[in-house]
């Protein structure tokens, strides 16, 4: 498991993002910061929760909706100007590409099903 890309991938894009979320400043810091750490971490559980299902679709798309999430507080973070452009293409490319990977882990568990 912790051999996979996706897995190494969702521990780069935590290792970036969690420390950068941290340098908001405090009246964003407890409620938007607090929201993309969530779901951040909470993508990775359910992408753990998949490995070990004997049908890891439901946590696959409960992964997918995360991701969605993720991809809308990055971007109101950008908006807000939490983010610089570049700290949010870094952050976009990053998740894109476990988006990627997820969607990819989606359809081989889809058509092993």
């Known amino acids: 498991m912790k051999e996979s890309p996706i897995f190494t991938k969702t521990y780069d894009l935590l290792r970036w993002l ?16 607090a929201a993309v750490q969530q779901v951040a971490l909470q993508f990775q559980e359910r992408l753990i929760e998949a490995a070990r299902a004997s ?8 992964a997918d909706t995360d991701l969605t999430k993720l991809r809308l507080y990055l971007r ?5 100007k939490l983010m610089s452009p570049g700290q ?5 490319r990053m998740v894109n590409e476990v988006g990627r990977l997820l969607g990819g882990w989606l359809k ?3 058509e092993a099903a």
């Open 76 to 80: 109101l973070c950008r908006d807000l």
């Open 108 to 110: 081989t568990a889809t």
């Open 88 to 92: 949010y293409g870094h952050a976009a």
């Open 18 to 33: 969690l420390p950068a979320t941290v340098k908001f400043p405090r009246q964003h810091r407890f409620v938007l910061a």
């Open 55 to 62: 049908d890891p679709r439901p946590n696959l798309q409960e």
